[in-house]
Every structure is written in C-alpha cells, then in structure tokens.
C-alpha cells in the first residue's frame, strides 16, 4: 500500500499547496496598485488554480485504481481461497476497500503538511529573491480540507472500483489457475465498450465547446475540465481493446527472434495487464506535455496581447513570469504521481509473472532471453504512451490555454499550440528511461528463482 499513500500524500499536497499559492498570488495582486484592479487576473487565478487541482486528484484516482487492480489480479488465488474456505466476494471487497480508506486518510492528511509547508517556503523565496513583493497571508485556512476530503475519497472510491474484478473470481478458481481476461473476453464487453465509446465522444464535445465558449469568458476551461476527464476516462475504459492491438503492431518493429516475437503477442495474450502498464505512462506523458504547452500557449497569447494593447499590461510582466515559474513548478506534482502509479504497476506486473518466467525457463528460454523479451515489451510499452500521450497532451494543453485565455483584452483569438520541443524530448527520454529500469529490477530479481521454485509459486 505503500505506493497508494504516496499517491494520495502527492495528491493531497498538489491541491493544498496549490490553493495556498493561488491566495498567495492573490494577495500580491490586491497589494499591488497595478494589479489591484484587474478583474481578468482576480477571475483566472481560481479558475486555474481548481483546473489544477481538479486534474491531480483525477489523475490520483486513476492511478489508485490502476494500483488496485493490479494487486487484486496478483491476489486472485488467494481470493479464490478464502472464497473455497467460506468467505463471500464482498466481504473481500470491502477489505481491499479499506485499505484504500486507510491509504487516503494517511496520505491525505500527510501531504497537506507538506503542501503547505512547500507553499510556505516557495512564498518566502519568491519574495526574497524578488519576483514579487512583500505581501500578508495566512496559510490556515477551513478551505483547505476540500482538497483533503476530496483525496481521501477518491481513493477509497478508485480502491472500490480497482477491487471489482474480486467480484469475479470463483472459489474454483483456487484450485486451477487464476487468469486474467483474454483478448475475447475484453472484447466482447458492450457495455463497458459502449460506455467507453460515449464518453469519448462527449469528452471530444465538451472540448470543442470550451474552445467556442472561451472567446467569450475564461470560464470557459472548466467546461474543458469535464470534456478532459470524460474523453480521457473513456480511453481508460477502451484500453483493453484499443491498446494491446497497437502494442502488437509495434512490437514487430523489434524483429522476429523469440523473445521479440513472444513480446509482442503478449500484449494480446494479456490485455488488460497490457493496457495497465500502457496507459501509467500514457498519464505521465499526457500531464506533462499538455501542461507544456498550456504554460507556452498561455505565454503566447499573452503577449500577443500585450503588443495589441501594451498599456492595459503595463506593469503585469513581472508577475506573470512569477506566476508561471510557480506553476511550471508546481505541475511537476502530477508528472511524480504518474511516475509512482508507472512504477508501481511494472514492477508488480513484473513480480506476478514468475510463475510465467519459470515456464519460459523450464521450456529453454535462457535467462537473457527473458531479459530481452520484457525489455522488448518496455520498449513497444514506452513507444505507444509516448506516442499517445503527446498527441493527447499537445491537444488538452493548446486546449486549456485557448479556453482560459481567448477573451482577454487583445487576444489575438485562435491561436496554433506552442509547443515547447525541449519539454518534449525530456519527457520521451525520462519515459524510455523509467520504463527500463522499473522493468529491470523486478525482471533480475523474478530470473533470480529456479524454474521448480517459480512453478511452485502460489
């Protein structure tokens, strides 16, 4: 549980600190007479500061979710155990359930300490460094624990929904093995395939929609918000159709030895352990490349607007470099929870395959073989998210920064996506990189053990 409370402190902390930084930054704002009066700034700085938070938290629930689901996969014959020995589906439910109340309560609770404790100390540095001056605030305040309440049940919500598949699994099942579902199976599900579908589709609206509205008023992103969350919870749901095909294709691309082979028609054979792995980084990837490019559209369309009308902006420049140096900061919050929630599933998806691992060795396949063949899976894993997660991120960033800021005084209007191409190439190599060595330790210590041990394993 320990990677759940991580992602639940990280949660907690993003949302605590980022509303004491945004009343921070409000402060500065109403004690500095420029900005005193700018209805534009008093307006967006909540706005975004809640687009923000709202995006943690979901994205913190995905990953406990994904967590979930994973450990209850690993756990499905000891499930099926207790249920041969007496115990019903939803009492075992109800156990997983609780952990994942525990995971909030503690997580929640510790990462708004340190949220406020970080937002404290990036408020002294920014006006001990100068970029904004001195100004009063107090970091206690009661509506901080929306953030916190918010986390602690998104959590045990998404420990509810990861544990679902406990539903499923039959006292049977204890005394044969215990599979996840096959690609046939994933497929023919119509109504989780149909619900996967409509949501795409009115996410896909929802988005467009903001970027009409927001010509008009900035309150348009949080109608981008929903259409974010709708269209990408609809790929989460068609995951385990869409992506192990494209996995496949992609893992031709790594020749046509065995273990390149084998990698490949994995992502078939286990769909839904495939997209788990996939869409951890297909998360990481899309938070960072659409906060990117939001914070260079945003910069875009700010000063476009300040030629167009450079005394309206006179004297916001400074600010807006601090406004988006804390923010360039704080989005870093959301990358580290996908990076936790990436890890976490490579490394148990790793771990519940030794008895998989002991057949391979057990039929020929030489410890360097195996080490090729998941190092073949990270690599096509690794191409496919990042692939998708820049096409995704590129579009909910320019998305957000156009909704946000199409109506303010001399918005140019329409504007094409910035996008910042060093950000893009950080992100491909931090993914590559922390898809190898998430699979490296767990794949060293699973080949460690006896092909007899491994099938033994229960």
């Avoid at 990677?3 to 980022?18: D, E, H, K």
């Avoid at 406990?64 to 041969?84: C, D, E, K, Q």
């Avoid at 709708?230 to 869409?242: M, N, P």
Wanted: positive net charge; glycine residues 12%.
């Amino acid at each position: 549980m320990r990677a759940s409370v991580l992602v639940a402190g990280l949660s907690s902390a993003f949302g605590v600190g980022l509303l004491q930084v945004i009343g921070a930054l409000t402060a500065v704002i109403e004690a500095d007479p420029q900005t005193a009066g700018s209805s534009s700034l008093a307006l967006i700085l909540p706005i975004v500061g809640w687009v923000f938070i709202v995006i943690a938290i979901y994205v913190g629930a995905i990953v406990t979710a994904n967590t979930f689901a994973t450990i209850v996969a690993g756990r499905a014959r000891s499930i099926a155990l207790l249920r041969l020995l007496g115990s019903s589906a939803r009492a075992q439910r109800r156990a997983v359930a609780r952990q994942g109340l525990k995971a909030g309560l503690f997580g929640g609770v510790g990462g708004a300490l340190v949220g406020t404790g970080m937002a404290f100390a990036l408020a002294r540095g920014a006006v001990a460094a100068g970029i904004v001056p001195d100004f009063s605030y107090s970091f206690i305040a009661p509506g901080l624990l929306l953030p916190i309440a918010a986390v602690v049940l998104t959590t045990w919500l998404a420990s509810w929904i990861g544990s679902r598949r406990v539903l499923s699994v039959t006292p049977l099942q204890a005394l044969g093995g215990s599979e996840e579902l096959s690609r046939e199976e994933a497929a023919h599900r119509p109504r989780r395939n149909g619900v996967a579908i409509t949501l795409g589709a009115l996410g896909l609206a929802a988005l467009l929609l903001s970027v009409g509205v927001g010509l008009i008023t900035p309150a348009a992103v949080l109608i981008g918000v929903v259409g974010g969350v709708l269209s990408f919870t609809g790929l989460v749901l068609g995951a385990d159709v869409v992506m192990p095909p494209a996995l496949r294709l992609v893992g031709r691309l790594f020749g046509r030895s065995a273990p390149a082979r084998l990698a490949a028609e994995n992502a078939l054979r286990h769909p839904q352990r495939s997209s788990r792995a996939t869409i951890g980084l297909v998360i990481g990837v899309t938070l960072i490349t659409m906060f990117g490019v939001a914070v260079a559209s945003f910069e875009q369309i700010i000063h476009d607007a300040q030629k167009a009308q450079p005394e309206v902006y006179q004297g916001t420049e400074q600010l807006l470099t601090g406004i988006v140096t804390v923010f360039s900061v704080l989005i870093g919050f959301s990358g580290l929870i996908a990076a936790v929630g990436l890890v976490n599933n490579l490394s148990l998806s790793v771990l519940q395959r030794i008895r998989e691992l002991g057949l391979l060795r057990a039929l020929g396949f030489s410890v360097a073989q195996i080490r090729r063949m998941i190092l073949t899976e990270s690599a096509q894993l690794t191409f496919s998210a990042v692939l998708l997660g820049l096409v995704l991120g590129a579009f909910y960033g320019w998305v957000g920064a156009q909704s946000m800021l199409g109506s303010i005084n001399g918005s140019p209007g329409l504007v094409f996506p910035a996008i910042p191409w060093l950000i893009v190439a950080i992100v491909v190599g931090a993914g590559a990189a922390l898809t190898a060595i998430a699979s490296w330790a767990p794949t060293r210590r699973a080949t460690r053990v006896s092909p007899i041990t491994a099938l033994a394993v229960e």
